[in-house]
């Protein structure tokens, strides 16, 4: 869910849900992510690479080109939206 209601609106329109399916047969169905590690498991979710904003939201090259979309698995389209709050440096020490 979005916060905002007119970013909600539009995964409700026709153009949305047209692109959406085209976007998931042209990747078979399937997460890009596990895919690439060699797994076969089914997308469930179509996710902006850049993310929606109110300012972005009439940009058909953001909302509706399949550039800017990728076909995830519901863990992977989680592990998109959480924010790391530690990394690692060149050593593999973790970092705060």
């Not at 590690?37 to 939201?57: Q, Y």
Request: positive net charge.
């Amino acid at each position: 869910m979005h916060s905002d209601p007119d970013i909600e609106r539009f995964y409700t329109t026709q153009a949305w849900r047209k692109c959406r399916a085209s976007f998931l047969k042209e990747k078979h169905g399937l997460c890009e992510i596990c895919l690439a590690k060699g797994l076969i498991v089914p997308a469930v979710h179509v996710h902006h690479r850049e993310h929606i904003t109110p300012t972005n939201l009439s940009n058909p090259a953001i909302t509706l080109n399949h550039a800017n979309l990728m076909a995830l698995c519901e863990e992977c389209h989680r592990a998109q939206h959480t924010t790391k709050r530690w990394r690692c440096d060149p050593d593999g020490h973790v970092r705060l």
